[in-house]
């Protein structure tokens, strides 16, 4: 199970860090991606992580302001997103993909919603201008 928390409201050009907590499966042989959905539109991958060898990716729409880790004793990843602007308003969403075949590369999947194999709930981010 994934559950995703830490949305709120922020200001323009504030910073929120969101939490993506795991239960039942450990990260090892795992990606982790979040994506967002804002009104009236799709669902989009922001950041991803394969904890095979620790690659990240970011969409170039987050990309130098958003930072995803984690914290593997506590099982959660995190996204920090800094600079925030009112197009970052949407609901966030974790997602889990358990990985199977081990040194393959997955870059071109990991914004890709079909990938992955389980969701959380997501969590509102709203930001004003």
């Known amino acids: 199970q994934l559950q995703a928390s830490g949305g709120g409201l922020v200001q323009s050009g504030g910073s929120l860090t969101l939490s993506c907590a795991a239960s039942g499966f450990t990260f090892d042989n795992y990606a982790i991606g979040w994506f967002r959905q804002a009104p009236g539109k799709g669902r989009e991958g922001v950041s991803s992580i394969i904890f095979e060898d620790d690659s990240t990716y970011y969409s170039d729409s987050v990309k130098g302001r958003f930072t995803i880790s984690s914290d593997n004793a506590e099982n959660t990843v995190y996204l920090q997103m800094r600079n925030l602007k009112p197009e970052d308003t949407a609901v966030y969403y974790c997602?889990?993909?358990?990985?199977?075949?081990?040194?393959?590369?997955?870059?071109?999947?990991?914004?890709?919603?079909?990938?992955?194999?389980?969701w959380g709930r997501g969590t509102l981010v709203t930001v004003s201008s």
């Open positions: 997602a889990a993909k358990r990985i199977t075949i081990p040194g393959k590369t997955w870059d071109l999947w990991v914004f890709e919603k079909i990938w992955y194999d389980s």
